[in-house]
């Protein structure tokens, strides 16, 4: 959803304050799994769709615009029993590293931490925050 946000936004300079986007295990090719919840669950959360990989959602983020400086981080420690692909549990590395989002990316890494893990891994954090650093530097520079 935040990409989607930003190549809305970022394009027309409307969100000046926004100088960078930082990624932690994001679907960019979508979740074959929320096909379960779409056809399965009572009521449908409106995500779900958003989520399958044929979506207008996931077939609109990477459209030829302006794009906010982008570091890409991944997790590929399997784990759990919903998607036991290489990835990070839940998310496949496919659709994390799908080769648009890499190439929009100024930095891309990868944690060995599964999709809950990686969100308390204080080497990710500080890896963050560098970036933000950098990318602040950068504006003010200019």
């Known amino acids: 959803m935040s990409k989607r946000y930003l190549n ?38 409106p995500a779900w769709h958003d989520l399958l990989p044929e979506s207008q959602l996931i ?27 290489s990835g990070d549990g839940v998310i496949n590395l496919s659709s994390q590293l799908a080769p648009q989002a890499q190439r929009q990316a100024i930095k891309v890494r990868g944690y060995n931490d599964d999709h809950v893990s990686i969100l308390a891994n204080e080497e990710l954090a500080q890896d963050i925050m560098q970036f933000w650093q950098q990318i602040e530097s950068t504006n003010t520079e200019q």
């Open 59 to 85: 077939s609109e983020l990477f459209t030829p615009n302006k794009a906010a400086p982008h570091m890409l981080s991944f997790g590929y420690k399997i784990s759990g029993v919903i998607n036991q692909q």
């Open 8 to 45: 809305h936004c970022y394009p027309t300079a409307s969100c000046p304050e926004i100088l960078s986007f930082s990624s932690i295990s994001s679907p960019f090719l979508g979740v074959k799994s929320a096909q379960y919840g779409v056809d399965y669950a009572p009521v449908a959360i």
